[in-house]
């Protein structure tokens, strides 16, 4: 059975304010987070339960009162972004820098040896999806080729075809 958590009467008294002042259905659920577990002896399950909400959300709301009773001023959410990510964006950011040099002079990349230089970088195996987000993440695509030569003469084969043979002698078929 989950212990049941204990407040102090200034925090009841806080709760029970936000509960009478609500404006948003969050107030509100923020006051009853302590409330319930206060009046009926619920869990911080059973709270979660009855107000719609996960249990890590009762957590933080009670921590949210809590805070603001012992004067302490409101932290920004550290919750949200990306927690698993092994270099941050700078990081991923200057890592690539050598790639978009060679990319600039004209070099064909391809992901192996990018995915071989990343593991190396950061000490351990990842999949070759992980290079491919890190580089969609960073604005990189895939370069489909053009329709025509870069040092094509455009001139030259306009000439071409105004002065070649209009039809091309065909070669007599053997009949058997």
Not at 100 to 114: F, K, N
Not at 126 to 154: E, F, I, N, Q
Not at 159 to 171: I, V
Request: aromatic share 6%; net charge positive.
């Amino acid at each position: 059975m989950a212990r049941i958590a204990k407040f102090t009467e200034k925090t009841i008294e806080t709760a029970q304010l936000y509960v009478k002042e609500a404006e948003t259905a969050r107030d509100l659920r923020a006051g009853l987070s302590i409330l319930i577990p206060k009046i009926c002896g619920a869990s911080n399950s059973d709270t979660a339960e009855v107000l719609g909400i996960g249990k890590a959300t009762v957590v933080r709301m009670q921590k949210e009162i809590r805070d603001q009773v012992a004067g302490q001023s409101k932290q920004k959410a550290s919750w949200g972004g990306r927690r698993r990510g092994h270099l941050s964006f700078e990081q991923e950011k200057e890592f690539l820098i050598p790639w978009i040099e060679m990319a600039e002079r004209g070099g064909v990349l391809v992901v192996p040896p990018i995915h071989a230089a990343y593991e190396e970088r950061i000490g351990c195996q990842v999949a070759a999806s992980t290079v491919y987000r890190m580089l969609a993440r960073h604005g990189w695509r895939k370069v489909a080729p053009d329709t025509c030569h870069p040092k094509r003469d455009a001139q030259a084969q306009e000439d071409f075809k105004k002065n070649s043979m209009r039809q091309w002698r065909r070669l007599p078929s053997k009949i058997s």
